[in-house]
């Protein structure tokens, strides 16, 4: 099994729909990350979290909100979504005074 | 902020042959971490090597190795004895530090490898 698993793993939806990606982990990692991949652009930090009370922005919060149900899952959603919102998302774990980050496979989103 | 730049789009190299993958950072910071990540076609990201910059020592990992200038703020990738299955894209990430806000990744553009049969 995954340690970090994303679903869906592809979600086409309609301009102004409400979507939700959820993120789980097995790894018992307390750190969770949320980017967003676009060709030729890298990835980028949408949101991330230190623990269930430590919720921050990163670099392209807008139009997006995170909730971190407990330390194992963190839902990514967007309340009404865009099709400039179309691009790969994934989560990542990490644990405290480690490094890599690990990530999930990612969910590939795209906006009609 | 921290930046981290890859300039080449795309490269190419033949099976078999080595090749190097550049990227350059910007950071103040004096201790920090430097990856490369892999993606294949099927979209993971998969993590090569990592560099931990008061390592003065290259990493290596089996066929990939790193050129670590910390002075000139430089992280090559050597791949050598390319395969077929090196083929993907490469990311060059940088992360300030393993507590607090420190621990986020930036990535560059990302770098699309083919190895030619």
């Known amino acids: 099994d995954a340690d970090v698993t994303q679903t869906p793993r592809n979600r086409i939806t309609k301009t102004g729909k409400r979507i939700m990606l959820e993120c789980s982990q097995t790894?018992?990692?307390?750190?969770m990350y949320w980017y967003r991949q676009d060709p030729g652009l890298g990835l980028r930090l949408i949101y991330y979290s230190f623990d269930v009370k430590d919720i921050n922005k990163g670099e392209i919060s807008d139009g997006y909100s995170v909730s971190r149900q407990a330390q194992a899952k963190f839902s990514l959603s967007l309340e009404s979504a865009i099709p400039n919102q179309t691009a790969l998302y994934f989560c990542?774990?990490?644990?405290?005074?480690?490094?890599?980050?690990?990530f999930g496979d990612g969910t590939r989103l795209s906006i009609l | 902020a921290q930046t981290v730049t890859q300039s080449q789009p795309e490269m190419s190299v033949q099976e078999a042959e080595t090749v190097t993958l550049s990227c350059t950072y910007d950071?103040?910071?004096?201790?920090?971490?430097l990856f490369w990540y892999k993606q294949p076609p099927s979209r993971q990201m998969i993590l090569v090597i990592r560099?931990?910059?008061?390592?003065?020592q290259n990493a290596t990992e089996n066929r990939f190795s790193v050129n670590f200038q910390k002075a000139a703020k430089s992280f090559s990738l050597k791949i050598s004895d390319s395969q077929l299955g090196d083929t993907a894209m490469y990311f060059c990430a940088f992360m300030s530090g393993i507590t607090g806000a420190n621990s986020k990744l930036t990535f560059g553009k990302g770098i699309t490898l083919s190895v030619r049969p």
């Open positions: 950071t103040s910071e004096s201790n920090y971490y």
């Open positions: 990542a774990t990490l644990n405290r005074g480690s490094s890599p980050q690990h």
């Open positions: 560099q931990e910059a008061y390592k003065q």
């Open positions: 790894k018992g990692h307390d750190r």
